[in-house]
Every structure is written in C-alpha cells, then in structure tokens.
C-alpha cells in the first residue's frame, strides 16, 4: 500500500499541552501537506512545507521535513479544546496530480 | 459561499440499487476529486479529472462511474450497490497544491 503512516493514531493531552504527531511515507515527494478533520466535516489544509525546505511555521503549528528518514512532524503548541480533531499528512509527487494521505492521528485535547 | 458541495449529505439504500453523488466547487478549479473515507479513516483516492478529462483512475470496481460535465462539478455513480461501499466519500477540489474538500457524503448500504 502507499498510504502513509502516522503516529500516533490516537493522542490525548491537557489544554496547554504541546502536541506532537508524526509521518512516514515511501516514495520521493514535491511536498508533504498537513490536513485536520473535524467530526463529521471534510479535511481542512493547515500547512505545506516542499521537498526543498526542512521547517515551516504558522501560528501555533511548526512542521519538519527529513527528506531522508522520509518523514515529517506536526507540532501543535499550547493546544486548546477546539483542536480536537484528526490529523492527516499527504503527499504529492512531481508531476502527479496525485495525493497520498497517511492513516491519521486522532488528537482530543481536554479542558 | 460554499466552495466545495456535496449532495446528498447522507445516503441509506439498499444493496443492489444505484445511487450519485453530486459535487460542485465554485472556486474556479481546474482538478477535481473523488475520495473514499472507511470507517478506519483511511482516505483513499477513486478518481481525478482535470478540465472534465479523467486524468487519476484508482483501482475501483468498474460498479463506479465518474462524469465531470463540466470543471466546476463532478459526479459519482455508483451501480449495484454493496455493503462494503458503505464509507464516507468526499470530494475535493486542487489548483496549485492545496485541496479544498466538499463535505463529505454519508453511503450507507443495508
């Protein structure tokens, strides 16, 4: 399969809480974007980092790139209630339309 | 001012029947997608059209059938329906490298 691993699947924490979740993929990348999906909504984009580029910053997210473990994080700081929801990275490749998303972190962040 | 729509929001049927799912964007797109969600969460791409030409086509039983009459909607029918069709399908829309998704279309075979 080429579905992308993340981890964890499931992450808990207090609000304030730092939270970090993490994936893997296989194949060479254009660039690896991160998604987050309330219950019962559709994926939202949060951030894009390219092959090129080894950190990205917004707002209280910072994503990592390592072209060569092929992999990628997802930092959330100082999280809050209303960041409860499932994260996903995706994938694309140079000159496929085609994304590839990994299997999700379900994050739930108490108040 | 709804980007990505999808209609219906839920679908009950019963195996056998055929069933669309309609998809509209209005952000002016040219790449359009159709996405199964199981009950794992997995995301999975069907299908892919650039300017109403299919460019992506998964390995998905030929019961599925795509139409993109023009690049602002595409379409999703699905005949003979299965119980393992039950999932989440959802649509999205690309231009450059971030997606926009509809969302989402609850299938329900019994």
């Known amino acids: 399969s080429q579905q992308g691993e993340e981890d964890p699947q499931a992450l808990s924490i207090q609000e304030g809480e730092n939270a970090t979740m993490n994936c893997s993929y296989k194949?060479?990348?254009?660039?690896l974007q991160w998604y987050r999906q309330n219950s019962g909504r559709g994926l939202v984009h949060l951030i894009l980092?390219?092959?090129?580029?080894r950190e990205k910053h917004s707002g209280r997210l910072r994503v990592t790139l390592d072209t060569s473990k092929k992999s990628s994080s997802l930092l959330i700081t100082a999280s809050r209630a209303a960041d409860t929801a499932s994260y996903f990275c995706a994938t694309t490749t140079s000159g496929t339309y085609k994304y590839i998303f990994g299997t999700g972190t379900r994050l739930k962040v108490l108040a | 001012d709804t980007a990505v729509s999808q209609t219906p929001k839920y679908l009950v049927t019963q195996m056998g029947n055929d069933k669309s799912i309609k998809c509209e964007q209005n952000?002016?797109?040219?790449?359009m997608y159709w996405y199964k969600q199981d009950s794992k969460k997995f995301l999975k791409i069907m299908f892919s059209?650039?300017?109403?030409?299919?460019?992506i086509n998964e390995t998905v039983p030929n019961r599925f059938s795509p139409k993109s009459p023009d690049k602002a909607h595409l379409n999703l029918h699905i005949n003979s329906l299965e119980l393992g069709d039950s999932a989440v399908y959802f649509c999205a829309s690309t231009i450059g490298d971030e997606q926009y998704f509809g969302p989402g279309t609850r299938l329900t075979v019994t």
């Open positions: 980092i390219r092959s090129n580029e």
């Open positions: 952000l002016g797109h040219d790449t």
């Open positions: 194949t060479s990348i254009n660039n």
């Open positions: 059209y650039n300017n109403k030409e299919l460019i």
